[in-house]
């Protein structure tokens, strides 16, 4: 017995190190950003330039970062919340059983691939032909980042979508078809709409993960801070932001500062559409 | 219009689009393939790179990559299994298992660059580990953990109630139970998760990238406390830092393919154990 006892206090700490893991993160990257609410101040953040580092005055202005961030993942969506939708549709509702089994893992293989390598795959391949379709000097814009996020973007929206539809109770289909409705007025006018909280929730999930890409942007989307919302201008995101600076940066600089408060920024927004989406499935029965 | 007709373009149009994903996934997959697998071989694969990259193998890299995950592995695996077991035997519905619920959530959804600069703040800077093997390790076990608790759970909880029943009945304890009549039934579930998140931990540039990547070194490491190279970060140099990253094309294809083929493999690994598996017990 005093074996089970300890069991079980030792499970319960390794289930409270998820909490304290998450707390850490929070702890940790507001240590590390902290000191710049003092000096010099969290006004320097809402600025729209970002030039940090500069012989005359450095600026910290996170709006150009914000409005890239902001700008890749909107056009990714509109990519790829269509296609990923029609996919899901196609899976789910059309598709022979054979065919789904084949489809499903093939989508989810896209999941898997590193981003750096799909990154790479966006620089040789994608940003050539972005260059040459549109004449341009540099493929590396943020219509080509938005390219590759809007493919890792698939398989998140797609998975979760189809889980959804497939959750929809066969008896209203049934009760469509009995009415006269064909298969596809039964899709689009009942399975679809029935299954629509879980695909605004997949969706959500789709952009958590696209602000949050690092790799795939950091290396096509060129890279500049500039506010623009023209998807052939070269642009740079919060995430690339970070990557590309955190390794050059004196270590306690308002530099550095400045880069955890856009993780910050960056915790909080996947933070609250993780959440939401979580709360859509739950509250509609399509949890995982 | 006919119904039937109407029908059977959109069908016909809503495959085309779904078979476009299924083709440019494969397209991208032929690409890394088709350039990377001339690149390859036992030179390369066993090779240390010369002229800080331009030449030579990609060893360290690979060795790097494979002491990472193993450490963080080693790491996340008795804390995920344990959670799981926590939150599929022990739980019950209260305030406690629920933030436990809640933090899984979160980390799952975690950005990697997020990531990164927690491994800094916190390994790197704090603990005072710098930039080494352990820092980079443990970053990636708290990425990973999510992966370890779920596919852990989710067989855990796919053993028959009966199981449990039928050995408390017979005067186990809690723990007794859970060690030989449901544990042994749910490896499946730690072994596939375990292999996702060696295949995820292995395929992460971000968090590495501020925690224990470095570009070029011409040795192995010898403690966890040293730097090693990897291979996502040695790709992401080669593409884009390298002074000739024309000229070292057809290396950037090899180490693509070498880490994809890792990554994949893993993951293909992870569904041949859960069939095998499934296959064994059938209850």
């Not at chain 1, 319960?12 to 707390?23: N, P, R």
């Not at chain 1, 150009?64 to 996919?87: E, F, N, R």
């Not at chain 1, 209203?172 to 679809?192: D, H, R």
């Not at chain 2, 029943?165 to 375990?194: C, D, F, H």
Request: proline share 5%.
């Amino acid at each position: 017995m005093r074996m089970d006892k300890f069991m079980r206090l030792l499970l319960i700490s390794t289930a409270s190190i998820s909490i304290l893991i998450v707390a850490l993160i929070f702890l940790f990257l507001g240590k590390e950003a902290f000191p710049f609410a003092l000096e010099p101040g969290l006004g320097k953040l809402f600025d729209s330039r970002w030039v940090p580092v500069s012989f005359q005055e450095e600026r910290y202005g996170i709006y150009p970062l914000v409005a890239g961030s902001s700008l890749v993942t909107l056009l990714a969506m509109l990519i790829s919340i269509p296609l990923s939708i029609i996919g899901a549709i196609y899976i789910s509702e059309v598709a022979q059983s054979i065919e789904r089994e084949i489809l499903k893992p093939f989508i989810e293989i896209l999941a898997s691939i590193p981003s750096v390598v799909l990154g790479f795959f966006g620089l040789v391949v994608l940003a050539p032909l972005v260059k040459n379709i549109f004449g341009l000097s540099s493929g590396l814009n943020a219509l080509t980042a938005a390219l590759l996020l809007a493919l890792m973007a698939l398989p998140t929206i797609i998975t979760i979508s189809e889980d959804a539809l497939a959750s929809v109770p066969q008896s209203f289909k049934q009760a469509s078809l009995a009415l006269g409705a064909s298969e596809l007025q039964t899709i689009f006018k009942v399975t679809v709409p029935a299954a629509l909280p879980g695909i605004i929730a997949a969706i959500m999930l789709g952009i958590g993960r696209v602000i949050g890409e690092t790799m795939a942007v950091l290396m096509v989307s060129g890279n500049s801070a500039i506010i623009s919302f023209y998807p052939l201008d070269s642009i740079r995101t919060m995430t690339a932001t970070i990557a590309a600076e955190m390794g050059e940066v004196p270590f306690g600089s308002h530099h550095y500062q400045a880069l955890f408060w856009i993780g910050i920024v960056l915790l909080f927004a996947t933070f609250v559409l993780n959440i939401l989406s979580r709360l859509v499935l739950k509250k509609y029965g399509m949890a995982q | 219009m006919n119904v039937h007709l109407t029908q059977k373009i959109s069908y016909h149009l809503l495959r085309v689009i779904t078979y476009a994903i299924v083709i440019s996934v494969g397209y991208i997959l032929f690409d890394i393939i088709r350039h990377g697998l001339p690149v390859i071989s036992w030179d390369f694969l066993t090779g240390f790179p010369r002229r800080s990259g331009s030449e030579g193998g990609i060893l360290p890299a690979i060795l790097g990559t494979i002491y990472l995950t193993l450490v963080t592995i080693a790491v996340a695996l008795p804390l995920g299994v344990g959670c799981a077991i926590y939150l599929s035997e022990y739980a019950e519905q209260n305030r406690f298992s629920e933030l436990v619920r809640l933090a899984i959530i979160t980390l799952a959804g975690v950005p990697s660059i997020v990531y990164g600069l927690f491994g800094l703040g916190l390994f790197v800077i704090f603990c005072r580990f710098g930039a080494s093997i352990l820092a980079g390790s443990l970053t990636l076990a708290c990425m990973v953990l999510p992966i370890i608790i779920v596919a852990s759970e989710e067989a855990l909880r796919a053993v028959p109630r009966g199981f449990r029943e039928a050995s408390l009945a017979l005067g186990a304890t809690k723990w007794q139970t859970i060690r030989t009549n449901v544990l042994p039934y749910s490896i499946s579930g730690m072994i596939t998760g375990s292999i996702l998140a060696i295949g995820r931990a292995a395929g992460e540039t971000a968090p590495i990238l501020l925690t224990v990547a470095a570009f070029f070194l011409p040795k192995l490491p010898g403690s966890i406390f040293d730097q090693v190279m990897a291979l996502p970060y040695h790709l992401y140099i080669l593409a884009t830092q390298h002074p000739e990253t024309e000229k070292v094309l057809p290396l950037q294809y090899g180490t693509a393919l070498v880490l994809l083929l890792l990554v994949l493999g893993m993951n293909i690994g992870a569904v041949i154990v859960r069939i095998h598996f499934r296959k064994k017990y059938k209850w």
